[in-house]
Protein backbone atom coordinates (compact mmCIF):
# COMPACT_ATOMS: atom_id res chain seq x y z
CA UNK A 1 0.00 0.00 0.00
CA UNK A 2 1.21 3.60 -0.81
CA UNK A 3 0.80 6.17 1.58
CA UNK A 4 1.53 9.88 1.09
CA UNK A 5 2.02 12.24 3.86
CA UNK A 6 2.27 15.89 3.61
CA UNK A 7 3.60 18.46 6.54
CA UNK A 8 4.70 22.13 6.51
CA UNK A 9 1.63 23.68 6.88
CA UNK A 10 1.27 26.47 9.25
CA UNK A 11 0.21 29.72 9.81
CA UNK A 12 2.24 33.01 8.17
CA UNK A 13 1.79 36.68 7.33
CA UNK A 14 1.43 37.92 4.06
CA UNK A 15 4.33 38.06 2.21
CA UNK A 16 5.96 35.37 4.05
CA UNK A 17 6.96 31.78 2.95
CA UNK A 18 6.30 28.04 3.92
CA UNK A 19 7.77 24.55 1.90
CA UNK A 20 5.59 22.00 1.61
CA UNK A 21 6.79 18.27 1.33
CA UNK A 22 4.98 15.39 0.70
CA UNK A 23 6.60 11.71 0.92
CA UNK A 24 4.99 8.75 -0.89
CA UNK A 25 6.33 5.53 1.46
CA UNK A 26 5.04 1.93 0.91
CA UNK A 27 6.92 -0.22 -2.39
CA UNK A 28 6.95 1.85 -5.13
CA UNK A 29 8.81 0.82 -8.86
CA UNK A 30 7.76 4.71 -10.26
CA UNK A 31 5.87 7.77 -10.20
CA UNK A 32 4.84 9.90 -13.12
CA UNK A 33 3.61 13.13 -12.44
CA UNK A 34 3.43 14.60 -8.69
CA UNK A 35 1.20 17.38 -8.31
CA UNK A 36 0.00 19.80 -5.67
CA UNK A 37 -3.48 21.48 -5.59
CA UNK A 38 -5.44 23.48 -2.80
CA UNK A 39 -8.71 24.03 -2.06
CA UNK A 40 -9.55 27.31 -0.34
CA UNK A 41 -13.05 27.99 2.15
CA UNK A 42 -16.08 27.23 -0.40
CA UNK A 43 -14.10 26.77 -3.19
CA UNK A 44 -13.50 23.85 -5.77
CA UNK A 45 -10.41 21.81 -5.26
CA UNK A 46 -7.57 23.30 -8.08
CA UNK A 47 -4.33 22.36 -9.66
CA UNK A 48 -1.23 24.90 -7.85
CA UNK A 49 1.88 22.76 -9.33
CA UNK A 50 2.33 20.10 -11.94
CA UNK A 51 6.28 18.25 -11.94
CA UNK A 52 7.00 15.10 -14.15
CA UNK A 53 9.46 12.59 -13.72
CA UNK A 54 11.88 13.95 -15.98
CA UNK A 55 11.56 18.12 -13.88
CA UNK A 56 9.41 19.52 -16.19
CA UNK A 57 7.06 21.86 -13.94
CA UNK A 58 3.85 23.78 -14.76
CA UNK A 59 1.74 26.16 -12.44
CA UNK A 60 -1.32 27.86 -11.87
CA UNK A 61 -1.30 31.13 -13.29
CA UNK A 62 -2.15 32.56 -9.71
CA UNK A 63 0.97 31.28 -8.50
CA UNK A 64 3.73 31.90 -11.35
CA UNK A 65 7.23 33.69 -10.13
CA UNK A 66 5.82 32.42 -6.87
CA UNK A 67 5.47 29.15 -5.89
CA UNK A 68 8.14 26.40 -7.10
CA UNK A 69 7.53 22.84 -7.21
CA UNK A 70 10.53 20.20 -6.57
CA UNK A 71 10.89 16.18 -6.02
CA UNK A 72 13.12 14.47 -5.10
CA UNK A 73 13.07 10.89 -6.98
CA UNK A 74 15.22 8.65 -5.04
CA UNK A 75 13.34 9.91 -1.75
CA UNK A 76 9.93 9.77 -3.57
CA UNK A 77 9.24 13.21 -2.47
CA UNK A 78 7.81 16.38 -3.93
CA UNK A 79 8.15 19.80 -2.12
CA UNK A 80 6.13 23.23 -2.99
CA UNK A 81 8.47 26.26 -2.14
CA UNK A 82 5.79 29.40 -1.13
CA UNK A 83 7.29 32.49 -1.68
CA UNK A 84 5.20 36.00 -1.34
CA UNK A 85 2.59 34.30 0.16
CA UNK A 86 -1.20 36.36 0.12
CA UNK A 87 -4.18 35.75 2.31
CA UNK A 88 -5.89 34.23 -0.82
CA UNK A 89 -3.89 31.53 -1.29
CA UNK A 90 -5.22 30.28 2.40
CA UNK A 91 -6.08 26.47 1.58
CA UNK A 92 -5.63 23.07 2.74
CA UNK A 93 -3.25 21.52 -0.05
CA UNK A 94 -2.95 18.49 -1.10
CA UNK A 95 0.03 16.69 -2.95
CA UNK A 96 -0.74 13.86 -5.83
CA UNK A 97 1.37 11.11 -6.81
CA UNK A 98 -0.05 10.18 -10.04
CA UNK A 99 0.59 6.47 -11.99
CA UNK A 100 2.17 5.36 -9.66
CA UNK A 101 3.57 1.35 -9.91
CA UNK A 102 4.47 -0.51 -7.31
CA UNK A 103 6.34 -2.79 -9.46
CA UNK A 104 7.01 -3.20 -13.47
CA UNK A 105 3.80 -5.20 -14.03
CA UNK A 106 1.78 -3.67 -11.63
CA UNK A 107 -1.30 -1.06 -12.88
CA UNK A 108 -0.67 2.32 -12.27
CA UNK A 109 -2.66 3.97 -10.12
CA UNK A 110 -3.11 7.52 -8.61
CA UNK A 111 -2.63 8.23 -4.46
CA UNK A 112 -3.57 11.58 -2.36
CA UNK A 113 -2.16 13.02 0.28
CA UNK A 114 -4.26 13.64 3.59
CA UNK A 115 -3.95 17.51 3.14
CA UNK A 116 -2.17 20.16 5.30
CA UNK A 117 -3.43 23.37 5.65
CA UNK A 118 -1.72 26.45 5.27
CA UNK A 119 -3.17 30.16 6.83
CA UNK A 120 -1.83 32.94 5.57
CA UNK A 121 -2.96 36.17 7.49
CA UNK A 122 -2.72 39.88 6.21
Known amino acids: QVQLVESGGGLVQAGGSLRLSCAAS????????MEWYRQGPGKQRELVAIITSGGNTNYADSVKGRFTISRDNGKNTVYLQMNSLKPEDTAVYYCRAQGVRTSVFAVRRDYWGQGTQVTVSS
Open 26 to 33: GTIFSIND
